[in-house]
C-alpha cells in the first residue's frame, strides 16, 4: 500500500520490502546460473527446475505487492491490470505477472486433466503462453520477456512495477 505524502510524493514501503525479496531471489538465481554453466545437462540434472521454482516465487512476490498496492487506491484489480506497459500482443505486462504468480501457484492442479481446467486457468495459461515463444519453463521464458535486454533477473520488472503503481495512483485520482 502506497501513501501519498503532503507534496504528493509516493511512500511505498512495499516497494522496498518486494526489492530486498527479489535481491535474495537473485541471489539464488545467480547460483542457478552458475550451475548450469557448469552442467552437461542442467535440465536433467534439475537445474532448470530450481530456477524456474525461485522465478516462480518472484511472481508470487510481486502479485502480493499487486494486491498490497491496490488495498486502498479505489481502483478495481481487473482494470487496474490493464494499467502500465503492454507487451506488443496488447496484454499488460502486470497481468502476465499476475497470471505467471497464478501458473506457478496452480500448476500441479492442472496436470490431472489438462482437457478440462476451469475458464480461469485457461485465461492463466493462455495469457503466459501468448507471451513466450516455448513452452518449456515458461516463467523463465516470460521474464526473459519481461526484462528485455537486460540480464534475466526479478529485480528488472522493478521498472515495470513503479510504471504500474504509477499509473493506478493516476487512476485514482490522486
Known amino acids: 500500500m502506497y501513501i501519498l505524502g503532503s507534496d504528493k510524493e509516493i511512500i511505498d514501503p512495499e516497494l522496498g520490502m518486494l526489492q530486498e525479496a527479489l535481491e535474495l531471489l537473485d541471489s539464488k538465481l545467480v547460483s542457478v546460473k552458475s ?6 545437462d542442467p535440465d536433467s540434472d534439475g537445474i532448470l527446475d530450481r530456477g524456474e521454482y525461485f522465478i516462480g516465487l518472484g511472481f508470487v ?14 481502483v478495481n484489480k481487473s482494470e487496474a491490470l490493464t494499467l502500465g506497459k503492454k507487451h506488443e500482443s496488447g496484454v499488460s505486462f502486470i497481468s502476465a505477472i ?7 501457484k496452480h500448476e500441479a492442479e492442472w496436470w490431472k486433466d489438462l482437457d478440462k481446467l476451469n475458464p480461469q486457468s485457461k485465461s492463466t495459461v493462455e495469457r503466459v503462453s501468448n507471451l513466450i515463444e516455448s513452452p ?15 540480464e534475466c ?22
Not at 512476490?61 to 479505489?74: A, C
Not at 499476475?98 to 506457478?104: L, P
Not at 519453463?137 to 521474464?143: A, D, F, G, K, V
Request: charged fraction near 15%.
Open 35 to 40: 550451475e548450469i554453466e557448469a552442467s552437461n
Open 61 to 74: 512476490s510481486i502479485q502480493q505487492y499487486l494486491n498490497d498496492t491496490l488495498t486502498f487506491s479505489k
Open 98 to 104: 499476475n497470471a505467471a504468480a497464478n501458473w506457478w
Open 136 to 150: 518449456w519453463y515458461p516463467l523463465s521464458n516470460l521474464l526473459s520477456v519481461l526484462v528485455k535486454d537486460k
Open 153 to 174: 533477473r526479478l529485480l528488472n520488472v522493478l521498472p515495470l512495477l513503479i510504471e504500474w503503481r504509477n499509473a493506478v495512483v493516476t487512476k485514482a485520482g490522486a
